[in-house]
């Protein structure tokens, strides 16, 4: 294995004293980059762009040459594992995904199984190309969607405000839904574990649309499958966990074994540190804050770290940043972490 010269990350997922915050960004791998762009518009479109290892792995690395992140993550997609397991998707333009069948019966578990590796080769393939183009000089971080998240895709079909289609199973189909949701975390795990035996440095495991739960009901449906997850990556690389729009969870994810919980921009620094029972945090700025100029951008991310002050911490928005956004501005971002210290 290649020893890393920017280890940043993984010593502080591990709660170890460092000499400075690491800090990349969720959604780092294109958008707002004009490289990125080149790429995407030689090909047909995302899902091409995903699914061919060489121009994955290339669009993985342009951020850590760009704007000089301490970690990459693969390009890839949460939605590679309903497609494995069964269920085709398409990324409709400006749209988001859209799903030619769903899970609404026991019947069409039929349609559906427990996702093969081979079927996902393609990922792991441009992993070992990233991993190879690297040469050590940052971590990798590999990544799935958390189970109820990709459950509310395969139930509902495509993006919701509300997911009311796939609450509704939890209700009134529950065998169903634990189901659907075990095929999820069988195939997941068996994912993350090829992420890990191809060179991943750390998993991030995100639950998109947590926020769509109600406490009790999270944590009697969703967590369960979660700690499945941590339960057998155990040991293997670094694990973060992060929950959107989930703040009341944050107690409970940090039972989980993970290294580290992801915040988003609306949980108070100093709740998020009482209830995470020593564990790493990752986040929390608010990405419309890199609309702003130089000056406040400066200014908000020194306030941000100052809250987490020597909290084990790795800095992030607290989501991805968004299409529209100037390069300069995340890079002044990433700088003012990279010079901050704390007293």
């Not at 704007?67 to 494995?84: K, M, Q, R, Y």
């Not at 199973?169 to 890990?196: C, F, H, R």
């Not at 919980?261 to 100093?270: A, F, M, S």
Request: proline residues 5%; aromatic residues 8%; negative net charge.
């Amino acid at each position: 294995m290649t020893t890393l010269k920017n280890d940043l990350l993984l010593r502080t997922a591990r709660g170890e004293k460092t000499e400075r915050t690491p800090v990349w960004l969720m959604r780092q791998a294109g958008r707002i980059l004009p490289e990125y762009r080149a790429v995407r518009s030689s090909l047909s479109g995302f899902k091409e762009l995903v699914e061919t290892p060489e121009r994955a792995a290339e669009v993985t690395i342009q951020p850590v040459d760009i704007l000089d992140v301490d970690a990459a993550i693969i390009f890839s997609d949460i939605l590679v594992i309903p497609e494995a397991m069964g269920l085709t998707y398409e990324m409709v333009e400006k749209k988001g995904p859209l799903f030619r069948s769903t899970i609404s019966s026991k019947a069409d578990l039929s349609k559906i199984r427990v996702s093969d590796s081979s079927e996902l080769a393609y990922v792991y393939e441009a992993i070992k190309l990233t991993v190879k183009e690297l040469d050590g000089r940052v971590p990798l971080i590999g990544f799935a969607g958390a189970p109820f998240t990709i459950f509310c895709y395969m139930v509902e079909g495509s993006g919701s405000k509300t997911f009311s289609k796939a609450r509704a199973m939890l209700y009134a189909e529950p065998e169903l839904a634990n189901e659907l949701m075990q095929m999820i975390t069988d195939s997941t795990i068996a994912y993350l574990k090829g992420q890990v035996e191809v060179g991943a440095n750390l998993l991030q495991i995100f639950d998109s649309w947590a926020s769509v739960l109600n406490p009790e009901i999270y944590k009697s449906f969703a967590l369960p499958y979660m700690k499945q997850i941590t339960d057998a990556l155990m040991g293997s690389v670094p694990i973060t966990v992060f929950a959107k729009g989930a703040n009341f969870s944050i107690g409970d994810l940090a039972q989980l074994e993970c290294n580290t919980i992801g915040l988003d921009w609306n949980v108070p620094v100093e709740f998020a540190k009482g209830q995470s029972h020593g564990k790493t945090l990752q986040g929390n700025l608010d990405p419309a804050v890199l609309y702003s100029s130089g000056k406040d951008i400066v200014k908000h991310t020194k306030t941000m770290m100052a809250a987490f002050g020597n909290h084990p911490h790795i800095a992030n928005l607290g989501h991805g940043v968004y299409p529209d956004m100037k390069p300069d501005a995340v890079r002044t971002f990433i700088n003012t972490v990279k010079e901050y210290r704390h007293e």
